[in-house]
């Protein structure tokens, strides 16, 4: 594990400031992803001391999140046949958010659909599309309201069920990591796709943070940048983990309703809001829906959202504006701002 002081690079090439106060970051890989924290807080020490606290708790959380860990509460979960288990109160809380955002997306976010990962073999040597046969076999376990939650930390899952709270997590520990925090250090958490902004960015005047909001087609380069302050800012999109097969792209955002992945004219979704779990359930459930639903169900319950679609199309919903200053980048690219 690699940590060092710095002043962050990407940072510093999107506000484009010049004399950074030194943070500290802590860089590690958990939850099968690279992550850094960094803390601006009163002194070098201070600053240290809240990042490497930030990832201590990242990494206690994976455990709880797992479904590949064999020691993990949703591993034991996954093979209990339908057995009732009692497992950690992390675990307890990040399965009920998850149930709650499937309920709220009518099943478009479904975090019972494990066994539709396996058979498709994202992120293994073994990816491929499956025979539609074993597609029509493993849709018939998916499903949330197959999740039984019974209070006091126990579970059930019913009809062949096993989680995966891969579209969640990230948010989840987001949020583990915001609540450690008082606001008096500024701290750019970045969790994979899921970042975190709290405090006062120093190397700032307006004490905001700019996050880019990816080019799908290549993720080193922004289409869009929004400055936020205390809020997280998500971002699913198909370029994150995918194979091919046939000249085909075959990504890892699945539709439930199809069993394949989500074919709705989307490149990704970003999605600003305080709660980052909230954020990652429905920049995954978005993604699933397609634009004219997504932008639907976002001004249904005021939700700031920037859609890019396969056509190079970029449209935000009208809360972002409520929430953050959004800049469009994309024109040389061939992109247009559609609004
Ligand atoms: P994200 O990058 O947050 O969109 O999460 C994608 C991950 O969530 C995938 O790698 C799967 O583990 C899981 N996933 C895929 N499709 C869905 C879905 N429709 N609902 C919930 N989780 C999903
Ligand atoms: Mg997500």
Same mark, same amino acid.
């Given at each position: 594990m690699k940590r060092f002081l710095a002043a962050m690079v $990407? =940072? %510093? /090439?999107? !506000?484009?400031?010049?004399?950074?106060?030194?943070?500290?970051? *802590?860089?590690?890989?958990?939850?099968? !992803?690279?992550? @850094?924290?960094?803390? #601006? +807080? *009163?002194?070098?020490?201070? @600053?240290?001391?809240?990042?490497?606290?930030?990832?201590?708790?990242?990494?206690?959380?994976?455990? *709880?999140? @797992?479904?590949?860990?064999?020691?993990?509460?949703?591993y034991r979960l996954n093979h209990a046949d339908g057995a009732v288990c009692t497992v950690s109160a992390d675990t307890y809380a990040a399965i009920e958010?998850?149930?709650? #955002? *499937?309920? $709220?997306?009518?099943g478009a976010f479904d975090p019972s659909l494990a066994p539709l990962t396996d058979l498709w073999g994202i992120n293994t040597d073994d990816?491929?599309?499956?025979?539609?046969?074993?597609?029509?076999?493993?849709? !018939?376990?998916?499903g949330y309201?197959?999740?039984?939650? $019974?209070?006091?930390?126990?579970?059930?899952?019913?009809?062949?069920?096993?989680?995966?709270?891969?579209?969640? /997590?990230?948010?989840?520990?987001?949020?583990?990591?915001?609540? %450690? =925090?008082?606001?008096s250090a500024g701290v750019l958490a970045r969790l994979g796709g899921n970042i975190g902004a709290y405090g006062e960015n120093p190397g700032r005047e307006s004490g905001g943070w700019v996050i880019g909001i990816a080019d799908p087609d290549d993720n080193a380069d922004f289409l869009a940048t929004v400055e936020v302050r205390g809020l997280s800012v998500v971002t @699913?999109?198909?370029? &994150?983990? #995918?194979? &091919?097969?046939? +000249?085909r792209r075959y990504h890892h955002i699945f539709d439930p309703a199809t069993g394949y992945p989500a074919d709705s004219g989307l490149r990704s979704v970003t999605v600003i809001d305080q709660s980052s779990t909230r954020a990652d359930a429905l920049t995954?459930?978005?993604?699933?829906? /397609?634009?004219?639903? +997504?932008?639907?169900?976002? &001004?249904?319950?005021?939700?700031?959202?920037?859609?890019i679609t396969a056509d190079k199309q970029v449209y935000t919903t009208p809360q972002v504006e409520n929430v953050c200053s959004f800049a469009f980048l994309?024109? &040389?690219?061939?992109?247009? #701002?559609?609004?």
């Open positions: $990407l =940072l %510093l /090439g999107i !506000t484009g400031c010049t004399a950074q106060p030194e943070g500290y970051t *802590a860089d590690f890989f958990a939850m099968d !992803t690279f992550m @850094s924290v960094t803390a #601006y +807080g *009163a002194d070098e020490q201070a @600053s240290e001391e809240i990042a490497v606290q930030c990832e201590r708790r990242v990494n206690e959380l994976e455990p *709880a999140l @797992s479904r590949t860990r064999e020691d993990s509460d949703i958010a998850a149930v709650q #955002y *499937a309920e $709220l997306t009518g990816a491929h599309v499956p025979r539609q046969a074993e597609i029509d076999q493993v849709l !018939t376990r998916v309201q197959n999740i039984q939650l $019974l209070g006091d930390n126990q579970v059930r899952l019913l009809g062949g069920a096993q989680l995966d709270l891969g579209g969640i /997590g990230k948010g989840f520990a987001t949020d583990a990591v915001a609540a %450690l =925090l008082d606001g @699913s999109g198909d370029y &994150e983990r #995918y194979f &091919e097969q046939d +000249g995954t459930a978005l993604f699933v829906m /397609g634009l004219d639903e +997504g932008m639907a169900f976002c &001004e249904e319950n005021a939700i700031a959202a920037v859609f994309g024109e &040389e690219k061939g992109y247009a #701002y559609a609004q």
